[in-house]
């Protein structure tokens, strides 16, 4: 069976890429705690995975810790808005090459991430890519990068895959997801805020409600609002 290494946030859009997986490879998922906006996300992670587990899929977990890399944020502020300063810089260069690192020593050649192309859809009123760092481009780019780097000893290209590479969007990647998960998706944590339901105000929350819609999937999550 296929191996491959998925970075799993726990988050609806990584569960979605994820569940696309399961039925045909050895998925390690990796998840960073890193003091992010909602550390709520890795205890979300840890309980998919068991789940995933019991239900006998062929999935592992590693929690990787990165608590300095909270310096690296400009601000820890959490605004219901989308601000360059909420968002950590080079954060998926940073995971990704960490990721590749593992696959090359868990004998894994393909790493996952879940970013879908209305993450790098242009942003207005900047008219700049949301998150230049999630264009199919980019990861091609970085793949690129990655195997000219690579010790030639160390065979096999690393190939990075995404929604976006396919050409997924946010809710064509939930649907497909759903259709192996079903209601498991509903596990997944999508607000930037560590309450007990989302707050369905923020920005992420938001975009989980709206993909719901265009997926044609009635959202059981539970908001605040
Ligand atoms: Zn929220």
Known sequence: ???????????????????????????IAITFDYSQQSNKEVEVAKGIVSELVRKDYMISHRIFDLQPVKWLFPSRSISPKYHPSSVLPF?????????????????????????????GADWSPMGVPK????TRDYLKQLEETLDRGRLKWNAGRIEIWSPARTGLSKA???????????????????CWTGKDKHCGMCLSCRERKKAFKNAKIVDKTEYAI
Not at 13 to 27: H, R, T
Not at 93 to 114: D, H
Not at 131 to 134: A, F, L, Q, T, W
């Open 1 to 27: 069976m296929n191996k491959c290494i998925i970075l799993f946030s726990g988050g609806l859009d990584s569960l979605s890429y994820l569940a696309q997986y399961l039925p045909n490879w050895e998925i």
């Open 131 to 134: 998150n230049p760092e999630c």
């Open 172 to 190: 064509s990647n939930l649907k497909r997801g759903y259709d192996v998960l079903s209601d498991i998706i509903f596990q997944s944590w999508s």
């Open 91 to 119: 954060r998926n260069s940073i995971f990704i090459s960490l990721a590749s690192a593992y696959a090359k020593t868990m004998g894994s050649e393909r790493i996952l991430i879940g970013n879908h192309t209305d993450d």
